[in-house]
């Protein structure tokens, strides 16, 4: 079993900047696409962002595409989500992912979730 626990969600103004982290732990980090997704309030969970086991390849939904940025870093067995120029459309619960395909972009597809972190953008 693979455990995933979010953090540094906030309350960021608009055009402010956040990092995200999810830390992984009880497999090996290596096996896994990891991603991430948000949901708001009254809306479905719809996928951000995703990054290949190797961390060569990365895809972006277009709403966030320019903006975030994931990467990993295998010695710390993390994930990260770099958030940039943020808009109060991003407001939602932030939701880390783990998967044993290529890629993880469509929330059924995943295998592992974590319980996610709140971010907030006030304009």
């Known amino acids: 079993q693979v455990q995933l626990v979010e953090s540094g969600g906030g309350l960021v103004q608009a055009g402010g900047s956040l990092r995200l982290s999810c830390a992984a732990s009880?497999?090996?980090?290596?096996?896994?696409?990891m991603g991430w997704f948000r949901q708001a309030p009254g809306k479905e969970r719809e996928f951000v962002a995703t990054i290949s086991r190797s961390g060569a390849n990365t895809y972006y939904s277009d709403s966030v595409k320019g903006r975030f940025t994931i990467s990993r870093d295998s010695a710390k067995n993390t994930v990260y989500l770099q958030m940039s120029s943020l808009k109060p459309e991003d407001t939602a619960v932030y939701y880390c992912?783990?998967?044993?395909?290529?890629?993880?972009?469509?929330?059924?597809?995943?295998?592992?979730w974590g319980q996610g972190t709140q971010v907030t953008v006030s304009s």
């Open positions: 009880g497999g090996t980090f290596s096996s896994y696409a």
């Open positions: 992912a783990a998967s044993t395909r290529a890629l993880v972009a469509d929330p059924r597809r995943s295998d592992y």
